[in-house]
């Protein structure tokens, strides 16, 4: 699956009150302006290729809705999903299932650790070694931006680093 990353938004500029796809209450153009790595909502899940639904993120969380914008895409075949920017209908990243999300949380936590060891907290001089670790540009070097494989791959480059065998 290949996603494009885009720039800004050019509903973000327009003089027109924006159309917000049901169930959204809104979007926002100063929002859209805040994204500056954009990929397009979802037309076909990332994973499976299954159809896509916008939703409350309700059905995922038990019927509970989580956050301040509570939406999410997400995919009626595998349940694969993703999250929304706020005050947008823009995927937050790719769609991950379940594995994806598990491996992205495992990885993060290597990632956080190396953070911290190596780059004294500072997340962005972090990220900025990861792509280049992975021979990714930095634009799409984020963990929601990670499909399965690629969030192994990170976790593993962040252990070989911090000189842990455990890869
Ligand atoms: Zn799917």
């Not at 037309?43 to 969380?61: D, F, M, Q, R």
């Not at 005050?87 to 937050?92: K, S």
């Not at 936590?109 to 021979?135: H, I, K, N, P």
């Not at 963990?143 to 070989?160: D, I, N, P, S, T």
């Amino acid at each position: 699956m290949i996603v494009t990353v885009l720039g800004v938004d050019p509903r973000s500029r327009s003089k027109t009150k924006l159309q917000a796809p049901a169930p959204l209450p809104h979007v926002s153009r100063r929002a859209l302006a805040r994204v500056r790595d954009r990929i397009e909502p979802p037309k076909a899940c990332h994973c499976c290729g299954g159809p896509v639904k916008l939703t409350n993120n309700s059905e995922i969380y038990n019927g509970h809705s989580f956050g301040d914008w509570p939406f999410v895409y997400r995919c009626t075949q595998c349940q694969a999903y993703v999250g929304l920017h706020p005050d947008t209908d823009l995927p937050l990243g790719i769609m991950a299932d379940r594995a994806t999300v598990a491996a992205r949380k495992e990885a993060k936590a290597d990632f956080q650790r190396l953070t911290a060891a190596r780059f004294g907290y500072d997340r962005s001089a972090a990220y900025a070694w990861l792509a280049q670790a992975l021979g990714i540009a930095k634009s799409i070097c984020h963990f929601a931006m990670f499909a399965e494989a690629q969030a192994r791959r990170a976790g593993e480059v962040c252990r070989l680093e911090l000189g842990s065998r455990r890869v």
